[in-house]
């Protein structure tokens, strides 16, 4: 199963900031839309970093409330892994769990064409198996 088939069903709309915005402004983004990361991006649309919830987390817990005036930038993450469409699902898991991390942008020609968090996986994988399950039920009803 493909990233594609995920991203059908959940959309392809990415929360962009761009990096000069605070951490302030990117935990009221993140509060807001009832999400976890963003992806830092400049003007042009092309991806500079991720800021997620724990970034801000660690940002506040090392430098305390004065962190949330500090830009996105100081604290994204740079190198940012990412998934192709048509990568399978599990390919992207694997990568979640290699780094740890649980919010994957999908690129499509360089550009940004959705995200995946595991939060979709698991719901993903959670209604693919409720619907094996049915089958298996009616066919063995069937027989
Ligand atoms: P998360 O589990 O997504 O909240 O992120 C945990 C840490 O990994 C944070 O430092 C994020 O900036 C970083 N991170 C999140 N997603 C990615 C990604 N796709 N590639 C690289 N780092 C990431």
Redo the contacts with the bound molecule.
């Keep these: 199963m493909t990233v594609a088939r995920i991203l059908a069903t959940k959309g392809r709309e990415v929360l962009t900031a761009q990096p000069h915005r605070t951490l302030k402004e990117v935990a009221e983004i993140l509060a807001a839309r009832g999400i ?2 963003v992806v830092i991006a400049d003007v042009q649309g092309s991806v500079l ?7 801000i987390v ?1 940002a506040v817990g090392r430098r305390g409330a004065k962190a949330l005036d500090d830009a996105a930038s100081m604290h ?2 740079t ?4 998934a192709s469409e048509d990568e399978t699902v599990l390919a992207t898991v694997e ?1 979640m769990n290699a ?7 999908v690129l499509k020609d360089g550009r940004l064409a959705g995200i995946v ?1 595991i939060g979709d996986v698991v719901k993903y994988r959670l209604a693919e198996m409720e619907h094996e399950q049915s089958a298996l039920r009616e066919y063995i009803a069937a027989v």
């Design positions: 976890g990361a970093g991720i800021l997620s919830e724990r970034d660690r994204m993450t190198q940012v892994v990412t990568k780094g740890r991390f649980r919010h994957v942008p968090s």
